[in-house]
């Protein structure tokens, strides 16, 4: 923050005009009172005054600061209409810093600022270490400091003060797909595409990766902020050029108020990154301003992802294994592992519920560790007990199949260590994450499949069900969604669609695996259009590993409600 104190309102206008540029805050006072008090609340990082006010004078306003803060070394500038020598000499003997004269040049001011703040005088950071190095905006430090004096001001002035925090919707896959100084590009270019949309009394920052923060003062209107987010959400909407390629690029935002929703920087900007997060939850792209509920949300998330991160050091989670059935010769072909989470209380929490949140906190890829190593392992078992043609099928979830190296990696340390038949393995992935970049979905399943895997369309028909995914992927299996099989043979729409898939796979030579499959008329249904493989109740639900050893070692057969059941050796 930097203090401006002189009794014209001209010579302040004139200060903050020279200044905008520095990132900092300055907040203007006539009376010089009125500085000292602001002063109380926080010592300044630089006070530039007159000499001559009424009241206090420049020379007594230098004292009291003086005395308010004795173990700071304040920067200190005075302003003077006349070039005394008299009042040039006190000022620098009562250790004033730097002495200019009206009318101010205003670019002269800004670099003796500028210099003074780089000595940090006052043991400060400077405010070259004070800026993000790559976009020039404000770090988190500064943006805390100015958010601050905001607050002062509000609260002298009756107004709110807004947060908006903001990030780039799947910012990491560019990075990883175009490079490290493209993302670069894209960030610098989206600091300048939000300062556009700012007025002058606004702030943006980079809280650190492709977060960002906008501090909006002053407001008398709420919807004021609501308006300026807009127009950063259409503005980053428009296509980025990097390296040579218009890139389009979501971003995610929420909105909160001081003092409605917060009245310390932590907690407003706590309750900015749930609504932000909440944003992410409804589909991305968009913004959500804070509101109660949001943060009753929160607070149940931060201790599910607490009981999480300790469920992962205590390995609380289990494996079920729903068998995967030849509809033609009513053989157990295989399994699909199912990850199962039971607290230390015996609770159970659904994956449907978990697995996003390991995904938002990055905690997904010890999960995916986890499930890849345990299901391998009891494959290998099961092979080794006489039933080698048993294969598995694993979920990897979106965020981790995007790091396509680091996937390999695993999935090689995996079959190493275990000794697994890589052709025994199926990976599962979803319409939904590879569509968020299909080239390097492309690439990433190229390099799996060079160790011998294969892979699994899962829930196909629920996202896009684009056929250049189909083309382009190195593709053994598609997965027919539960929403299609529940309908059929009595919905004819349902029919129509299940009877396109499979002339489509079929001409693809894609095998289907129907999901869902409850009674004998779908299954019935489903054979009959050459449906190859069918996953249910009907057959089986999701067993525990030993429910599955004891039949394997009783002679490999499954009682169900569609019959005998023979496991495939």
């Known amino acids: 923050m930097i203090l401006a104190v002189d009794d014209e309102p001209v010579f302040l206008l004139l200060i903050q005009e020279a200044l905008k540029d520095l990132g900092l805050v300055v907040e203007t006072f006539q009376d010089a009172e009125e500085a000292l008090d602001r002063a109380a609340e926080e010592a300044p990082e630089l006070v530039i ?8 004078d420049g020379f007594q306003f230098q004292e009291a600061l003086q005395k308010l803060h004795p173990a700071v070394q304040v920067p200190f500038i005075f302003l003077s209409s006349e070039a005394d020598t008299v009042d040039l000499v006190r000022g620098l003997d009562a250790g004033a810093d730097d002495y200019l004269i009206k009318p101010i040049a205003p670019k002269l001011l800004e670099a003796k600022v500028r210099a003074l703040l780089r000595r940090g005088l006052n043991g400060a950071s400077s405010l070259t270490a004070g800026l993000d190095p790559l976009t020039q905006l404000p770090g988190r430090p500064l943006v805390l400091k100015q958010l601050d004096g905001f607050f002062s001001r509000a609260r002298r002035k009756g107004n709110s003060v807004g947060v908006l925090l903001m990030d780039l919707d799947n910012f990491r896959r560019i990075n990883d797909s175009l490079g490290h100084a493209s993302g670069d590009l894209l960030l610098q270019e989206t600091a300048q595409r939000i300062a556009r949309c700012l007025r002058e009394e606004d702030v943006v920052g980079r809280l650190g990766g492709d977060e960002f923060v906008v501090l909006l003062p002053d407001l008398k209107d709420r919807r004021f902020a609501e308006t300026i987010t807009q127009c950063i959400h259409d503005s980053l909407r428009k296509p980025f050029l990097l390296d040579g390629k218009d890139v389009v690029v979501g971003v995610s935002s929420g909105i909160a108020f001081f003092p409605d929703d917060g009245e310390t920087s932590d907690i407003l900007l706590k309750n900015a990154d749930g609504a932000m997060y909440r944003a992410k939850e409804l589909g991305k792209n968009r913004y959500q301003v804070f509101d109660q509920a949001i943060s009753e949300d929160a607070e149940r998330t931060f201790v599910l992802v607490s009981e999480l991160q300790n469920a992962i050091a205590r390995s609380e989670f289990q494996l079920a294994f729903q068998p995967k059935i030849d509809l033609k010769t009513n053989t157990i072909q295989g399994f699909e592992a199912l990850i199962r989470w039971r607290r230390a209380d015996h609770s159970m929490v659904p994956p449907d519920l978990f697995i996003p949140l390991a995904e938002k906190h990055g905690l997904i890829e010890s999960i995916d560790r986890w499930v890849l190593f345990t299901a391998c392992r009891q494959l290998r078992v099961w092979h080794e007990s006489g039933f080698p043609g ?4 694993v979920n990897i979830s979106a965020e981790h199949f995007c790091h396509g190296a680091e996937l390999r990696d695993l999935v090689d340390e995996v079959l190493t260590a275990t000794g697994l038949d890589p052709k ?3 990976l599962e992935i979803t319409e939904t994450a590879l569509l968020d970049d299909l080239d390097e979905a492309v690439k990433t399943a190229q390099r799996i499949r060079e160790l011998g895997l294969r892979f699994s369309m899962d829930d196909f028909g629920t996202g896009y069900s684009s056929l250049s995914l189909l083309k382009n992927l190195p593709l053994a299996e598609l997965k027919l969604d539960k929403v299609f099989v529940d309908d059929v043979p009595h919905n004819h729409q349902a029919v129509s669609i299940t009877w396109a898939t499979l002339s489509m796979a079929q001409s693809l030579n894609l095998k289907v695996v129907a999901e869902g499959i409850e009674n004998p008329d779908q299954a019935d249904f489903l054979r009959s259009h050459h449906c190859e493989m069918g996953q249910g109740y009907l057959f089986s639900r999701p067993l525990p590993a030993e ?20 496991f495939v050796r």
């Open 424 to 426: 025994k393995l199926l």
């Open 390 to 393: 048993l294969a598995i099928s």
């Open 49 to 56: 005054s007159d000499v001559r006010m009424p009241k206090l």
């Open 547 to 566: 429910k599955i050893s004891k039949l394997l070692e009783e002679g490999g057969n499954l009682e169900s409600a569609a019959g005998l059941l023979h």
